[in-house]
């Protein structure tokens, strides 16, 4: 079968959230069928890398998001039914999907994520039929997001609420099918689209690749991993080091924090000059390393949607983690051993040194209770890949095509 594949992220190097899932999901489907990405990218660094995929896939075209541009229209747009996702993410690829239809029509297209599926609504997409995978509830996010924010960024937020609500029922019920990546999002989606066909498809964790080398350090050492220009992690590694780190070091005067990942923001930057325990690395060539020298993983998120891969891959190295309610709450079943919950900053420190006080052997045998093998992505990803199969099967693929209404 013919597929294209949209995203908003290049899935290459697969070193975050987004781009982990949609390398694995276009890897999958490259063995069977024949795949064809566009993609957007954001930046040169993401450029580099379009050539790694190409071996992969029968065709790799990506355009550049012009974000600055973009960013200008957004108070032009604030009237508008559209959502906010949308205009920043414009990149003008209808030329470029009409080149490509009329050279390699697809059988079905695939769109992952909310901000690319409206072009499987519009022509010239408009008349293939399209499956999504929504993954989690983006309106949702930012719902939470404009409750606890106030001023003009809070009517900001909520209005995206609003507007991608609205997207995301429409988009739902003209999908042949959409995938979401555990209960709380399929009960979330099924409140804005009843009776649509919302479908789960997990995530998976290549453990392998995250399998400690030898015994775990000894040092006090916390870690935190994420991309630090998404709201959610800055604020998160913001209220770590501000409002739990220092009840910490208050009874663990040794314990060190680092903060591993792309993108720090000023403010979380400004971090390590408040306390020079605090470390913040930027990006990296890969995480396994941190991990491996760390004694506990910490998840502080306030918002969180889906699942957080980064608590799956705490614990594939061998790490206990600190979680918050709503990271817990989208984190599989078999994850819960490794995991203490807690929400203030007295509960969140009170766990962290709770974990710092065991002897290595102890927190690897914590972090070793959650047994991750039946998480594999090849298991997590088989239900999409008949997915696929039953779409291309379906009349609504195999008649003459009819733009959708």
Request: net charge positive; proline share 8%.
């Amino acid at each position: 079968m013919k597929l294209l594949f949209l995203t908003h992220r290049l899935p290459y190097a697969p070193n975050r959230g987004d781009r982990i899932r949609s390398y694995h999901l276009l890897r999958a489907l490259a063995a069977r069928h024949e795949v064809r990405l566009v993609s957007l990218v954001h930046d040169a660094e993401e450029q580099r890398h379009v050539s790694d995929l190409n071996g992969m896939l029968a065709g790799v075209e990506v355009r550049h998001v012009r974000r600055w541009r973009n960013l200008a229209r957004v108070p032009t747009k604030l009237p508008s039914p559209a959502p906010l996702t949308h205009v920043l993410l414009d990149a003008d690829l209808k030329p470029l999907l009409q080149t490509h239809v009329s050279r390699h029509r697809p059988d079905l297209v695939v769109a992952y994520c909310s901000g690319m599926a409206s072009l499987a609504l519009e022509p010239p997409l408009s008349d293939i039929p399209f499956v999504l995978d929504m993954v989690d509830v983006d309106s949702e996010k930012w719902r939470t997001l404009g409750a606890c924010t106030r001023g003009p960024r809070g009517w900001v937020y909520r209005r995206e609420a609003e507007r991608l609500a609205r997207f995301e029922t429409d988009a739902t019920r003209k999908a042949f099918a959409t995938t979401i990546v555990n209960e709380r999002e399929r009960q979330s989606l099924s409140d804005l689209a009843p009776g649509a066909d919302i479908r789960i498809v997990a995530n998976g964790i290549d453990t392998a690749a995250f399998r400690p080398p030898g015994p775990q350090a000894g040092e006090p050492r916390v870690v935190f991993t994420g991309v630090f220009n998404y709201q959610p992690n800055e604020e998160a590694a913001v209220w770590l080091a501000e409002r739990v780190w220092p009840l910490v070091r208050r009874s663990q005067p040794q314990a060190r924090l680092t903060l591993v990942g792309a993108n720090p923001t000023a403010r979380v930057q400004r971090l390590t000059r408040v306390d020079a325990s605090i470390e913040v690395t930027g990006t990296v060539p890969q995480v396994q390393p941190y991990l491996w020298q760390a004694a506990v993983a910490a998840a502080p998120l306030a918002t969180a949607r889906g699942v957080q891969n980064k608590v799956l891959e705490a614990i594939a190295a061998g790490l206990p983690a600190v979680v918050t309610p709503v990271v817990y709450a989208g984190l599989p079943a078999v994850a819960a051993p490794a995991c203490i919950v807690a929400s203030d900053p007295t509960e969140f420190s009170a766990a962290i040194l709770q974990l710092l006080g065991l002897t290595a052997d102890e927190r690897r045998a914590r972090a070793e209770r959650a047994d991750l093998s039946s998480l594999s992505w090849p298991a997590q990803l088989a239900p999409f890949l008949e997915l696929i199969l039953e779409a291309g099967a379906s009349p609504a693929t195999t008649e003459t095509p009819r733009p959708r209404q």
